[in-house]
Structures are given as C-alpha cells and as structure tokens.
C-alpha cells in the first residue's frame, strides 16, 4: 500500500503523537519509536518543573531523533514535536531519504482539555501556550501532510492512510 518510507508524526504536546504514532505503525506493519524515550534525563527534568526546553536543549535530542529514523529499515515512525522548520531540517539532514512529517493539528482549547485527561506524562499543560509560541506548522515546500486532530483517533489514521495512498506515486 505505502512505499517504504520515514514518517515523523509531529506536533504541540497533547496532540496525540504517541497514540496516532501507535495505531499508524500498526496499521502499516512497522514499528513506532516515541521520541520523548530519546530525551536526555536533563530535558524531562526541565520540562516535569515546567520550564520549556530552548534550542541549546533541543539539538541533541533532534540528533537522536534523526540517527533513530535514518537507522532504521523500510518504513519507520516516529513521534516528534518537530515544531520549529529548523528542527525538521535537522532531522531530515540526518536520514539519506525524504522524510514525511505528519502535522497533528488542534485548536489550543481541544489539546488542554486532552493535556488534562492523560496522566503519568512529564510534560504539564502549563507549557502547552511556550508549544504554540514555537510551532511553526509545515510549509507547501515541505513533504508533510497536516491532520485535524477533532475527530476520533480511527477518523485521523483513515485520514492519513488515504493521504499516504495519494501521496505514493
């Protein structure tokens, strides 16, 4: 159905990457990484205190994230806010082969709400508005597909399991 391919599934924290990144790779039999497991003990810590992590504390992690991509065999998912255009080039730098950013995106108000629903995670709501100050959503100049995230969590695999259909040449 899809070509082998590397997929990074991006977006604000509270999105949705981990369960989207999940069902997709299930869907498409492969295997998903959560991106969050690659932060380095230093950037959890910042961020369970509620301070939003900068640049300075972002590259290793994107270096992480793209070595895990470019390692890995046919088609490979990974979960990865990639929010900044600068961080998604320097995952692609990372891999010899195009890579194709999936954008969850959601109103501020839907993704707390979800933020405030899901426990055990390190990241607190109250850095959900510094996730929106830093998104700068994918440009018609890059291989990304942008996704509603207000629908069910069936209704967004469809939706990009049939723009992946249309994608493939």
Known sequence: MVVAQKIVIMGVSGCGKSSVGAALAEKLGTTYVDGDDLHPAANIAKMS??????DEDRWPWLALVGDSLAKSEGTAIIGCSALKR???DTIRAKV?????F???????ELIAGRMGKRAGHFMPGTLLDSQFATLEP??????ALTV???QSLDGIIA????DLQEETP
């Open 49 to 54: 205190a509620g301070i939003p992590l900068n």
């Open 86 to 88: 600068v961080y998604r």
């Open 96 to 100: 010899s082969e195009s890579v194709l």
């Open 102 to 108: 999936i954008h969850l995106a959601g109103s501020k």
């Open 138 to 143: 994918p440009q018609s100049d890059e291989l």
């Open 148 to 150: 509603s995230i207000d």
């Open 159 to 162: 939706t990009i399991l049939t």
